[in-house]
C-alpha cells in the first residue's frame, strides 16, 4: 500500500510538472496560409495575434473574422495535441496507480 501511495505521489509531482510546463508553452495557429496567426500557451491562453495587412478590407469584415476563428480553432487543436503528448501518459499512470482515478479534459 505505502509503494501505491508512492508511486501516486511521484505521479502527482510529475502531473504538476507537465501542468507548469503546458502553462508556458506556446504553439500557433494559423488561417488564410499565415495570413492570420494566433499564439497561445498549451493551457489555452492567448498571447498574440498577427494579421497581415492584405487581408485587412472595410468591405469584408466577415473574412476576416472567419480567419481570426480558424487561426484559433488550429492553434486550440496544436494545444490539444501537446496536452496529449504531455499528459497522456501521465493520466494513463495516475488511473492504474490509484485504481482507476481518470483525469477530467485530458
Same mark, same amino acid.
Given at each position: 500500500?505505502?509503494?501505491?501511495?508512492?508511486?501516486?505521489?511521484?505521479?502527482?509531482?510529475?502531473?504538476?510538472?507537465?501542468?507548469?510546463?503546458?502553462?508556458?508553452?506556446?504553439?500557433?495557429?494559423?488561417?488564410?496560409?499565415?495570413?492570420?496567426?494566433?499564439?497561445?500557451?498549451?493551457? $489555452? &491562453?492567448?498571447? *498574440?495575434?498577427?494579421?497581415? #495587412?492584405? @487581408?485587412?478590407?472595410?468591405?469584408?469584415?466577415?473574412?476576416?473574422?472567419?480567419?481570426?476563428?480558424?487561426?484559433?480553432?488550429?492553434?486550440?487543436?496544436?494545444?490539444?495535441?501537446?496536452?496529449?503528448?504531455?499528459?497522456?501518459?501521465?493520466?494513463?499512470?495516475? $488511473? &492504474?496507480?490509484? *485504481?482507476?482515478?481518470?483525469? #477530467?479534459? @485530458?
Amino acid at each position: 500500500m505505502a509503494m501505491i501511495l508512492q508511486q501516486a505521489q511521484k505521479m502527482q509531482e510529475q502531473l504538476m510538472a507537465a501542468q507548469a510546463e503546458l502553462a508556458e508553452a506556446e504553439v500557433t495557429g494559423q488561417a488564410g496560409n499565415g495570413l492570420v496567426q494566433v499564439t497561445m500557451t498549451a493551457a $489555452g &491562453d492567448v498571447r *498574440g495575434v498577427r494579421i497581415d #495587412p492584405q @487581408v485587412v478590407d472595410p468591405d469584408d469584415v466577415e473574412t476576416l473574422q472567419d480567419l481570426v476563428v480558424g487561426a484559433i480553432h488550429d492553434a486550440t487543436r496544436a494545444a490539444q495535441r501537446l496536452q496529449a503528448e504531455k499528459m497522456g501518459p501521465l493520466a494513463g499512470g495516475l $488511473g &492504474d496507480a490509484a *485504481g482507476g482515478l481518470g483525469l #477530467p479534459g @485530458v
